[in-house]
């Protein structure tokens, strides 16, 4: 559901008059004109601003997919086109370059563009980011930056992201990028200065949080925002905002692939679609390139719906805390202290209490994973390579172990040993006091990004290689491994964390099936689609259910016991769509789960029975941490943390 919103727009369009030194900027001069010269500049004013700048063309890229089976020789033919066309000004390229955004694809795509004559500029997309061994940080190392600015024939181009990072769900403007965006806005020569904005996702729902970055655009003079994502020649208009998708450059389904090319003459920005190994197409669309300011707009447009916290009132955020960094992953607690990470590489331990910082300990890159605490150390990993473990009291450092790459993967403490996966193809097991490696299971051909579980004295974890894999707790050694029946790597069962009960380890992978898995042999004992899951699952405290959140509107309980799939209860909860990762949470017979659209849902576990909803934003939540039945901390992807209370 959605509210409606309301902007303001003085440009000039729908009849109004305009008068000539508002098309023409700061610099027209203050003279009166005529009238009759005044309608003359209004309808020549896309010549008039770009009368002194010389024609140009530059070349529209977007998913590339290199690592696909014929992303890398499509861009090769891309390149080679491109480097046979007379004099583009530039490249850009809006996302999706790579197929799975490991760091193997990244170097590959990045030497093909590497071959371009013309200067590129580069974003990436969801598949650069969603499936990254690195947390993303791989693709800021090879290109300097994830981001770019740059001014060309009098037009200020602009390209950033939306992720997301991590987690399947709405791309979502991180609020990191959102500063640097208003800040290059603010930064413009000319309040008036035109603007051509590069990003991956149409600016629509599609992204959680689409009108934080439009609302900013429509204060300027943005021209037209182009995108890729959708894989096909589109024209948009954003809230009254132009917008161009363009094609993939992939062949499919033709023989070759393709992209766009656009020029920029006589106050008119063309797109042409040219074929590989062909000459460009006439022009299928067109922008007219002209002052606009949009505050006059007076239609109403939606925005996002809180009205679910008017339906539910006695339940209350007691207290919030903003780092103003992406985070990515679950709190956890000790004491009366909650720990948890964000995107700037800072480790935050704060109050259950009110929410204020204790204390807080920097590494050198993005903190994605979940941490875990035993006894009074808390232990995490970040991008940097390191694994952490502080005294929980205050954020002294007590060990760290290093690896060669980003570690995304969270740990496990159990047996005095805390179990972590990582993105070098390697498990381990470190001790728990000193970090020191006991063990380290290197079979793996995926990066690990998952909480493994310990049960029968196995640790139980996925990658993303397809498989699901049991190694001996004490020793390392590989027990048993399982593999579903979609071959893919996208279908691997990487991000559930794996739950176990009665004998049987309980999956939900990105194939949309529910699996039981014998913990002894790793035989399949039942495997379903009926009821359409992705990712999220979790354990009953008495262990005698498990519980799945469908991809629309329903969460389902089962037995944990039964040896075939045998559904205790099922609720519409009405939230949608839903794709999100997290995990859902049961404490003392209420079952806690958070959407990708920032909806908190509190369930009774035995019944089923909504108890209340509230929503705390518009992004990916991630699993929550209840205290109790009635108080839950909670983190998403806005860099938000939250006490969320229900009143009896």
């Given at each position: 559901?959605?509210?409606?919103?309301?902007?303001?727009?003085?440009?000039?369009?729908?009849?109004?008059?305009?008068?000539?030194?508002?098309?023409?900027?700061?610099?027209?001069?203050?003279?009166?004109?005529?009238?009759?010269?005044?309608?003359?500049?209004?309808?020549?004013?896309?010549?008039?601003?770009?009368?002194?700048?010389?024609?140009?063309?530059?070349?529209?890229?977007?998913?590339?997919?290199?690592?696909?089976?014929?992303?890398?020789?499509?861009?090769?033919?891309?390149?080679?086109?491109?480097?046979?066309?007379?004099?583009?000004?530039?490249?850009?390229?809006?996302?999706?370059?790579?197929?799975?955004?490991?760091?193997?694809?990244?170097?590959?795509?990045?030497?093909?563009?590497?071959?371009?004559?013309?200067?590129?500029?580069?974003?990436?997309?969801?598949?650069?980011?969603?499936?990254?061994?690195?947390?993303?940080?791989?693709?800021?190392?090879?290109?300097?930056?994830?981001?770019?600015?740059?001014?060309?024939?009098?037009?200020?181009?602009?390209?950033?992201?939306?992720?997301?990072?991590?987690?399947?769900?709405?791309?979502?403007?991180?609020?990191?990028?959102?500063?640097?965006?208003?800040?290059?806005?603010?930064?413009?020569?000319?309040?008036?200065?035109?603007?051509?904005?590069?990003?991956?996702?149409?600016?629509?729902?599609?992204?959680a949080n689409w009108y934080v970055v439009l609302d900013l655009l429509k204060r300027y003079n943005t021209q037209v925002i182009l995108c890729g994502h959708g894989h096909a020649n589109h024209n948009y208009s954003f809230e009254g905002v132009p917008g161009v998708m363009g094609r993939s450059n992939l062949r499919a389904p033709g023989p070759v692939g393709g992209f766009n090319v656009v020029e920029v003459k006589n106050g008119l920005m063309t797109f042409s679609e040219h074929t590989i190994g062909q000459r460009t197409q006439e022009p299928w669309h067109s922008v007219v390139l002209k002052r606009h300011d949009y505050r006059d707009d007076a239609q109403e447009y939606p925005r996002p719906d809180f009205s679910a916290n008017t339906r539910w009132p006695h339940v209350q955020e007691c207290w919030t805390f903003e780092t103003g960094y992406t985070i990515a992953s679950s709190p956890a607690v000790w004491n009366d202290l909650a720990f948890v990470g964000d995107a700037s590489g800072t480790f935050y331990a704060l109050s259950q209490k009110d929410g204020k910082v204790r204390w807080t300990f920097k590494t050198a890159g993005p903190v994605y994973c979940t941490p875990e605490v035993s006894d009074d150390l808390v232990t995490f990993a970040s991008t940097d390579g390191?694994?952490?473990?502080?005294?929980?009291?205050?954020?002294?450092?007590?060990?760290?172990?290093?690896?060669?790459?980003?570690?995304?993967?969270?740990?496990?403490?159990?047996?005095?040993?805390?179990?972590?996966?990582?993105?070098?193809?390697?498990?381990?097991?470190?001790?728990?006091?000193?970090?020191?490696?006991?063990?380290?299971?290197?079979?793996?051909?995926?990066?690990?990004?998952?909480?493994?579980?310990?049960?029968?004295?196995?640790?139980?974890?996925?990658?993303?290689?397809?498989?699901?894999?049991?190694?001996?707790?004490?020793?390392?050694?590989?027990?048993?491994?399982?593999?579903?029946?979609?071959?893919?790597?996208?279908?691997?069962?990487?991000?559930?964390?794996?739950?176990?009960?009665?004998?049987?380890?309980?999956?939900?992978?990105?194939?949309?099936?529910?699996?039981?898995?014998?913990?002894?042999?790793?035989?399949?004992?039942?495997?379903?689609?009926?009821?359409?899951?992705?990712?999220?699952?979790?354990?009953?405290?008495?262990?005698?259910?498990?519980?799945?959140?469908?991809?629309?509107?329903?969460?389902?309980?089962?037995?944990?016991?039964?040896?075939?799939?045998?559904?205790?209860?099922?609720?519409?909860?009405?939230?949608?769509?839903?794709?999100?990762?997290?995990?859902?949470?049961?404490?003392?017979?209420?079952?806690?789960?958070?959407?990708?659209?920032?909806?908190?849902?509190?369930?009774?576990?035995?019944?089923?029975?909504?108890?209340?909803?509230?929503?705390?934003?518009?992004?990916?939540?991630?699993?929550?941490?209840?205290?109790?039945?009635?108080?839950?901390?909670?983190?998403?992807?806005?860099?938000?943390?939250?006490?969320?209370?229900?009143?009896?």
């Amino acid at each position: 559901m959605t509210t409606k919103a309301r902007t303001q727009d003085r440009s000039g369009q729908d009849g109004m008059v305009v008068k000539p030194r508002e098309i023409l900027g700061r610099n027209a001069g203050s003279a009166r004109v005529p009238v009759f010269l005044a309608v003359v500049l209004l309808y020549l004013a896309p010549l008039v601003l770009w009368a002194q700048s010389s024609a140009f063309r530059f070349v529209f890229l977007s998913d590339t997919h290199v690592g696909s089976p014929t992303g890398e020789e499509d861009l090769r033919a891309a390149v080679r086109d491109i480097n046979l066309m007379p004099d583009p000004s530039f490249v850009v390229l809006s996302g999706d370059v790579t197929e799975f955004g490991s760091l193997e694809q990244l170097h590959l795509a990045k030497e093909i563009l590497n071959g371009l004559k013309a200067p590129c500029h580069v974003i990436p997309g969801n598949h650069d980011t969603k499936w990254s061994e690195s947390g993303a940080t791989d693709f800021s190392r090879l290109w300097g930056e994830d981001r770019f600015v740059f001014e060309h024939g009098g037009i200020c181009f602009i390209g950033l992201h939306e992720g997301p990072i991590m987690k399947m769900g709405d791309g979502h403007w991180a609020p990191q990028d959102v500063r640097w965006l208003a800040q290059a806005l603010q930064n413009l020569r000319d309040t008036n200065q035109a603007i051509v904005f590069i990003t991956h996702y149409p600016l629509n729902d599609s992204i959680a949080n689409w009108y934080v970055v439009l609302d900013l655009l429509k204060r300027y003079n943005t021209q037209v925002i182009l995108c890729g994502h959708g894989h096909a020649n589109h024209n948009y208009s954003f809230e009254g905002v132009p917008g161009v998708m363009g094609r993939s450059n992939l062949r499919a389904p033709g023989p070759v692939g393709g992209f766009n090319v656009v020029e920029v003459k006589n106050g008119l920005m063309t797109f042409s679609e040219h074929t590989i190994g062909q000459r460009t197409q006439e022009p299928w669309h067109s922008v007219v390139l002209k002052r606009h300011d949009y505050r006059d707009d007076a239609q109403e447009y939606p925005r996002p719906d809180f009205s679910a916290n008017t339906r539910w009132p006695h339940v209350q955020e007691c207290w919030t805390f903003e780092t103003g960094y992406t985070i990515a992953s679950s709190p956890a607690v000790w004491n009366d202290l909650a720990f948890v990470g964000d995107a700037s590489g800072t480790f935050y331990a704060l109050s259950q209490k009110d929410g204020k910082v204790r204390w807080t300990f920097k590494t050198a890159g993005p903190v994605y994973c979940t941490p875990e605490v035993s006894d009074d150390l808390v232990t995490f990993a970040s991008t940097d390579g390191n694994v952490y473990a502080l005294k929980a009291a205050d954020g002294a450092e007590v060990w760290h172990y290093e690896t060669r790459r980003p570690i995304v993967a969270s740990p496990r403490v159990g047996n005095g040993l805390l179990y972590l996966g990582s993105s070098e193809g390697k498990f381990r097991a470190l001790d728990i006091a000193s970090g020191r490696v006991v063990w380290e299971f290197s079979g793996l051909s995926g990066f690990v990004e998952s909480k493994p579980e310990v049960y029968d004295g196995k640790v139980i974890f996925g990658a993303w290689d397809e498989n699901l894999y049991a190694l001996d707790a004490r020793t390392g050694l590989l027990d048993w491994k399982w593999r579903g029946d979609k071959p893919g790597t996208m279908y691997s069962p990487a991000a559930c964390w794996p739950i176990a009960a009665h004998g049987k380890v309980f999956i939900a992978a990105p194939d949309r099936k529910l699996t039981a898995v014998n913990g002894k042999s790793g035989e399949t004992v039942w495997r379903t689609g009926a009821y359409v899951v992705r990712e999220s699952i979790g354990l009953a405290e008495d262990g005698s259910r498990f519980y799945a959140r469908g991809m629309t509107n329903f969460i389902y309980a089962f037995s944990t016991s039964a040896p075939q799939p045998e559904k205790l209860w099922e609720l519409n909860a009405g939230f949608g769509y839903d794709i999100n990762s997290a995990m859902l949470v049961e404490k003392e017979g209420v079952l806690f789960y958070g959407t990708k659209n920032g909806l908190l849902l509190a369930l009774d576990a035995r019944s089923g029975s909504l108890k209340w909803q509230h929503r705390t934003g518009v992004g990916v939540l991630n699993t929550v941490v209840p205290l109790s039945p009635l108080r839950v901390l909670i983190t998403d992807v806005d860099g938000k943390v939250a006490l969320v209370q229900a009143s009896n």
